[in-house]
Every structure is written in C-alpha cells, then in structure tokens.
C-alpha cells in the first residue's frame, strides 16, 4: 500500500466533495469535453465536471482513492472513467485525446515533476486546454495544506520551464495568496501557482 491508499484509506472525503474553487472558474462552463484529470484523488472534480456534462477520464496513483471517486460519481449517478496509473512514469496518458487535461495538487517527487507535466501537456489535442493549480514553495509559511517537503512544491520560474518544451500558449500562470476550504486537509489562505494554458500543436 502507498503513501496515499493509506492517507484515502477511511470513510472520510479528506479533500471534501465539492470542485476545486480555480476548476470552478476556469471550466465551470464547459460542456462535451473530453477532460483527463491527472492525480485526481478521490473525484471531487471529476464528479463535478461529469455532472457539467463532460466524458470525464482520471489517472490516480491509488487505489483507494479511486474506489472512493467510484462511489462518489455512483452518488450522483454520473460515470467516471478511471484508471490506477503513475502519472510520473512516460506515457502514463494517452497523448493527443482530451480537449481538457486538468492538475490539481499533483505534487510527486522532484525527480517526477518533469514527466507528470509532459503527460498533463501530451495528453491534450492541439487546441486544448492545460489547467492546473499547484502549492507554492510558500505554501511551507502556511501550513494550511500539501506535502511539508520542498521539493514537492513548486515556484514559477520552474513551471516557465516545464512548459517552454512544448509549443503552448501561456493564458494565465501567476502566483497567489488563495483561500481554500477543501475537506480537512486544505483549510485557509494558502500561497498556489495557477494556471491556463493552450497547446498550439
């Protein structure tokens, strides 16, 4: 068992079952979308954007994590594909199938951070859409959620750096003081890195 069946391995939604506030505004009109969501935990945004009307797909890690997104969508009588995957491990996704691929503390080990990014970039059809919302190395101030390890967080200049391998355009990608009541594990101001991206090609 790994570090997150054991974290998700309890009755308790420990992120909350409502969406991501950043997913909320950035795809909260989207419909008939193709979306994969990488390192998805236990559904909260899959649920809500197969409730928008999306063909929503996820790759996750654990296990346990993934049977809790299942009883989740069943909940709502929504269908969620799922799919026990590394997202750190090279073609973890399919490439060039999802008109939307989304990241929500997707933090994995440094050494892993390169491949989780080429997999959320690669599995989008040019035109498609990157989302993401990842703690900041200042999360560590607020201690209001995220792994207590710095290089499993992130800072702007190395995200830049990520991204410029692929021909993509930068819509949005800032830094900022956000509010965040997410189950028991992110509650309160915390420091994230958002961003909205196209792939061009």
Known sequence: MNHWDEKFRTDEYIYGVEPNEWVRTVLGSEQ???????????????????????????YDFSKEG???MERLA??????VDT??????????????????GVNIFGHVP????LQMFTNLVECVKP????VFELYSKEQLEYK???????????DLDEIRGHLERFDVEVIHLEKEVVLR????MHNGKASAIQGKVRKLK
Do not use: F, W
């Open 32 to 58: 008939g979308k193709r979306i994969a969501l990488l390192a998805e935990g236990e559904g909260r945004n899959a649920v809500y954007l197969a409730r928008l009307g999306n063909q929503v797909t996820t």
């Open 66 to 68: 993934i049977e809790k």
């Open 127 to 130: 035109g498609g859409l990157i």
């Open 83 to 100: 799919n026990l995957r590394d997202i750190t491990i090279k073609d973890a996704v399919p490439r060039k199938t999802y008109d939307i």
């Open 144 to 154: 209001t959620g995220g792994p207590p390890d710095m290089n499993m967080l992130y």
């Open 110 to 113: 440094a050494e892993g951070k």
């Open 181 to 184: 009541h997410e189950g028991r």
């Open 74 to 79: 069943a909940s709502e009588d929504m269908t």
